[in-house]
């Protein structure tokens, strides 16, 4: 049995909805929220169980037969400025739910970020070292959260602790796909392209706030979220784990890339406007990413990765395009 905290979430649904399709017993904690919320996300493979995370507790202190905890819950906003909020969700929520695994001698897999890499002066190495760790300078409070519980988790192996039979920490990259509409703010640049596409607008991009990087060649490693859901399966299954996995395609794809596969799975021509970056963003804005993916190809990772065209194709004609866009 699996519990998946997030479940409702967007990573979190579609991994529910793969692992029921394949009969496996999963149980979400999560909140579903209010009409148009997070609830849609499950409408095609509603759970068994679903647990609101302050009941949470409750249930780890009588239940026996979790064989793995996938927690993917977070506050994620990397605009969030309530750091006393994303402490205790980001931080303490991880640490107590790695400390039951350990004790259970459970599976733990929980989700850290590319935003833990910064600027990517220090490259993109999903090294657990504490030399290394030490050397990421997150932008954000967000990227911060990740990067500190990653720092803990590296000084519990440092130190010989009383640790998971298995775990991994996986730095998601720039996860783009169905089921991410309850975002907000933080929904992928893919569906905000194309609705600025469908809206009868061209894409706009921001313009570059480093005079060494052209407008729309900041570059990102984009990931389908198909993609994701493989790789986290097979990090439930593999036998042997232990360390920090970066989940992207290792290849850095431009936005302006990004725009122009929006306008070509749309049928329609390409038009790119730039427009000036927000202030609040500027500094903050991580303007190339690539997941250097040997650690979790090592493990014997064989998936091929969707290009960004393939997944932006698939995304926008086999759900942005249909009359229920959900997964």
């Given at each position: 049995?699996?519990?998946?905290?997030?479940?409702?979430?967007?990573?979190?649904?579609?991994?529910?909805?793969?692992?029921?399709a394949?009969?496996?017993?999963?149980?979400?904690?999560?909140?579903?929220?209010?009409?148009?919320?997070?609830?849609?996300?499950?409408?095609?493979?509603?759970?068994?169980?679903?647990?609101?995370?302050?009941?949470?507790?409750?249930?780890?202190?009588?239940?026996?037969?979790?064989?793995?905890?996938?927690h993917?819950?977070?506050?994620?906003?990397?605009?969030?400025?309530?750091?006393?909020?994303?402490?205790?969700?980001?931080?303490?929520?991880?640490?107590?739910?790695?400390?039951?695994?350990?004790?259970?001698?459970?599976?733990?897999?929980?989700?850290?970020?590319?935003?833990?890499?910064?600027?990517?002066?220090?490259?993109?190495?999903?090294?657990?070292?504490?030399?290394?760790?030490?050397?990421?300078r997150?932008?954000?409070?967000?990227?911060?959260?990740?990067?500190?519980?990653?720092?803990?988790?590296?000084?519990?192996?440092?130190?010989h602790?009383?640790?998971?039979?298995?775990?991994?920490?996986?730095?998601?990259?720039?996860?783009?796909?169905?089921?991410e509409?309850?975002?907000?703010?933080?929904?992928?640049?893919v569906?905000?392209?194309?609705?600025?596409?469908?809206?009868?607008?061209?894409?706009?991009?921001?313009?570059?706030?480093r005079?060494?990087?052209a407008?729309?060649?900041?570059?990102?490693?984009?990931?389908?979220?198909?993609?994701?859901?493989?790789?986290?399966r097979?990090?439930?299954?593999?036998?042997?784990l232990?360390g920090?996995?970066?989940?992207?395609?290792?290849?850095?794809?431009?936005?302006a890339?990004?725009?122009?596969?929006?306008?070509?799975?749309?049928?329609?021509?390409?038009?790119?406007?730039f427009?000036?970056?927000?202030?609040?963003?500027?500094?903050?804005?991580?303007?190339?990413?690539?997941?250097?993916?040997?650690?979790?190809?090592?493990?014997g990772?064989?998936?091929?990765?969707?290009?960004?065209?393939?997944?932006?194709?698939?995304y926008?004609?086999?759900?942005l395009?249909?009359?229920?866009?959900?997964?």
């Amino acid at each position: 049995m699996i519990l998946v905290t997030g479940g409702a979430g967007f990573i979190g649904s579609n991994l529910h909805a793969a692992l029921a399709a394949s009969g496996q017993e999963v149980i979400i904690s999560d909140w579903l929220g209010h009409e148009g919320s997070k609830w849609r996300n499950l409408y095609h493979h509603p759970p068994a169980t679903m647990l609101r995370p302050e009941e949470l507790d409750a249930f780890l202190e009588h239940d026996m037969r979790l064989t793995t905890i996938v927690h993917l819950g977070a506050i994620s906003e990397t605009t969030a400025t309530d750091a006393d909020l994303v402490w205790h969700t980001n931080f303490t929520l991880s640490q107590k739910l790695w400390n039951w695994c350990a004790a259970r001698r459970v599976r733990f897999i929980y989700a850290s970020s590319a935003a833990t890499y910064g600027d990517g002066s220090a490259g993109f190495d999903d090294d657990l070292s504490l030399d290394y760790l030490r050397k990421l300078r997150p932008l954000n409070l967000y990227g911060w959260s990740k990067h500190a519980f990653d720092l803990w988790v590296a000084q519990q192996n440092h130190e010989h602790a009383h640790m998971p039979p298995n775990w991994a920490g996986v730095k998601f990259f720039n996860v783009y796909g169905p089921n991410e509409y309850h975002k907000g703010k933080m929904i992928s640049v893919v569906k905000v392209k194309h609705d600025e596409v469908r809206a009868g607008g061209p894409a706009k991009l921001f313009k570059s706030d480093r005079p060494d990087i052209a407008d729309g060649e900041q570059k990102r490693d984009f990931i389908y979220i198909d993609d994701v859901v493989a790789s986290l399966r097979f990090l439930i299954t593999v036998p042997q784990l232990s360390g920090l996995y970066n989940l992207g395609t290792g290849t850095a794809r431009s936005y302006a890339d990004l725009a122009r596969a929006v306008c070509a799975a749309n049928g329609g021509e390409e038009r790119i406007e730039f427009i000036d970056m927000p202030q609040n963003l500027r500094g903050q804005y991580q303007s190339f990413t690539a997941a250097k993916m040997d650690r979790l190809r090592g493990l014997g990772f064989n998936h091929e990765f969707h290009t960004l065209e393939q997944g932006i194709t698939a995304y926008i004609q086999n759900h942005l395009l249909q009359a229920d866009p959900y997964k």
